[in-house]
């Protein structure tokens, strides 16, 4: 049975955790990102779609091709990361579907019905760009997760090969700054945005 994690590493994972807009100058390993995936992708997900399609932008080519597909302000921030992300979705998930969830036929569960598929890929891709955030954290790493962005640009810089896959949101990974960041916004009590009925 679980128990609940210690104080610091919910300390890690949330309390003490930011959105980071600025970098140290300390390099991301290759393993690093796969230390990620191997955590993100165990959270769960509607009859183990997986739908996310990752793109880890680490060369300098990448970034400015990324860069180039946001607004002025996410742009500096998406350069000067150590690694820049594409959070992607396949829009065609079910096709992987035999593979990943072979207990029953859930490929007809969204083959034609192109609205249930669309909202599933988003719903689940999100979820797992979540799990992305956490396995970061976990792993004592931070990001930069944004909107501000074209999704159209980002499709056809980095998705033109693949075009049932889209971009959901990107972000930035590294050891962040703390420089760059400014006072936690506000977070409200239970009560005011919760009911226990």
């Not at 742009?75 to 992987?96: H, L, N, T």
Request: charged fraction near 20%; charge should be negative.
């Amino acid at each position: 049975m679980a128990q609940p994690l210690s104080d610091a590493a919910l300390d890690q994972l949330f309390r003490n955790a930011r959105s980071y807009n600025g970098y140290l100058d300390r390099p991301v390993s290759s393993d690093q990102l796969e230390a990620i995936w191997a955590l993100m992708k165990m959270g769960p997900t509607s009859a183990n779609c997986l739908p996310a399609r990752i793109v880890w932008c680490v060369s300098e080519e990448a970034k400015e091709k990324l860069a180039a597909c946001a607004l002025p302000a996410n742009a500096e921030k998406i350069r000067q990361a150590p690694v820049s992300v594409v959070i992607g979705m396949d829009m065609k998930f079910y096709e992987q579907l035999p593979e990943l969830f072979p207990h029953t036929d859930a490929r007809s569960w969204f083959a034609g019905n192109e609205a249930l598929a669309s909202t599933t890929a988003f719903r689940n891709s999100s979820l797992q760009g979540g799990y992305f955030i956490l396995a970061a954290r976990a792993l004592g790493l931070d990001t930069g997760p944004m909107s501000g962005f074209s999704p159209e640009a980002v499709d056809a810089a980095f998705f033109a090969d693949t075009p049932d896959v889209k971009s959901n949101f990107i972000a930035t990974l590294g050891y962040g700054d703390p420089a760059s960041i400014f006072e936690r916004s506000p977070r409200p009590e239970f009560e005011r945005f919760n009911r226990i009925v």
